[in-house]
């Protein structure tokens, strides 16, 4: 390894640990770049997969280590263009600081979670969840509660009675969105906002080049 490429390391090491424990830097720092505009209009995240919200699900995937990740549409805020981000730019994206936690749920919590996310489409919602770890289709023409037809996890069919780990924020999982069926579980605190998370992982794969997979498909 380069002595440039080292001292980089360290650097962005030493401002990932600082960030994580609430330290203040300058709002034009630069914290990493992305190789594609991430769209982040309010309309797109609140009824459709975006590439934004499949960058940050992933990083919450991965961070986590849980079988799945969703986020809803509501808690992404802006776009970003092709180009450096900086720290102020990712705060815009992601103002609340909602913390990340994990927690369990059956095949058949899954699907009615996936079921709230889309009941109300077409219409514009900010429960509308983005996804990573999984794949579902669902027809907006069939009655609220009975639009999800099929879900994958891990490129798996769902299995109704298995228990996945799911990553989210500690707003839906107290019932935020009305997602009530997080009410009862037990949580795991990972003690990293969705901010840090997203920070951190641009910080570690910059450039990053997000694209629209295929994870949430419309079936008329």
Same mark, same amino acid.
């Given at each position: 390894m380069s002595e440039k490429v080292l001292k980089r390391v360290v650097v962005v090491f030493a401002l990932m640990l600082a960030l994580t424990a609430g330290a203040v830097f300058a709002l034009d720092t630069v914290i990493g770049s992305t190789g594609i505009d991430l769209n982040g209009e309010r309309e797109a995240v609140r009824t459709q997969e975006t590439n934004l919200g499949n960058l940050l699900t992933d990083a919450m995937r991965a961070f986590s280590g849980a079988d799945?990740?969703?986020?809803?549409?509501?808690?992404?805020?802006?776009?970003?263009?092709?180009?450096?981000?900086t720290l102020e730019k990712a705060m815009e994206i992601f103002p609340f600081e909602n913390g990340l936690?994990?927690?369990?749920?059956?095949?058949a919590e899954l699907i009615?979670? %996936?079921?709230?996310?889309? /009941? $109300? =489409?077409?219409a514009v919602a900010g429960k509308f969840l983005h996804v990573s770890g999984l794949r579902f289709y669902f027809n907006p023409n069939k009655p609220a509660g009975q639009r999800v037809l099929n879900v994958y996890v891990g490129g798996e069919p769902l299995h109704i009675n298995k228990t996945y780990v799911l990553a989210t924020s500690d707003? %839906?999982?107290?019932?935020? /969105? $009305? =997602?009530?069926?997080?009410?009862?579980?037990?949580?795991?605190?990972?003690g990293v906002t969705e901010q840090q998370v997203f920070?951190?992982?641009l910080m570690e794969n910059s450039p990053v080049f997000p694209k629209v997979e295929g994870r949430i498909v419309v079936v008329w």
């Amino acid at each position: 390894m380069s002595e440039k490429v080292l001292k980089r390391v360290v650097v962005v090491f030493a401002l990932m640990l600082a960030l994580t424990a609430g330290a203040v830097f300058a709002l034009d720092t630069v914290i990493g770049s992305t190789g594609i505009d991430l769209n982040g209009e309010r309309e797109a995240v609140r009824t459709q997969e975006t590439n934004l919200g499949n960058l940050l699900t992933d990083a919450m995937r991965a961070f986590s280590g849980a079988d799945i990740a969703v986020w809803n549409g509501g808690g992404i805020r802006a776009s970003a263009k092709l180009g450096e981000i900086t720290l102020e730019k990712a705060m815009e994206i992601f103002p609340f600081e909602n913390g990340l936690v994990t927690l369990e749920v059956t095949g058949a919590e899954l699907i009615e979670i %996936l079921e709230h996310s889309v /009941d $109300a =489409y077409p219409a514009v919602a900010g429960k509308f969840l983005h996804v990573s770890g999984l794949r579902f289709y669902f027809n907006p023409n069939k009655p609220a509660g009975q639009r999800v037809l099929n879900v994958y996890v891990g490129g798996e069919p769902l299995h109704i009675n298995k228990t996945y780990v799911l990553a989210t924020s500690d707003f %839906l999982a107290a019932g935020g /969105d $009305a =997602y009530e069926m997080f009410l009862d579980k037990e949580l795991t605190d990972l003690g990293v906002t969705e901010q840090q998370v997203f920070i951190r992982h641009l910080m570690e794969n910059s450039p990053v080049f997000p694209k629209v997979e295929g994870r949430i498909v419309v079936v008329w």
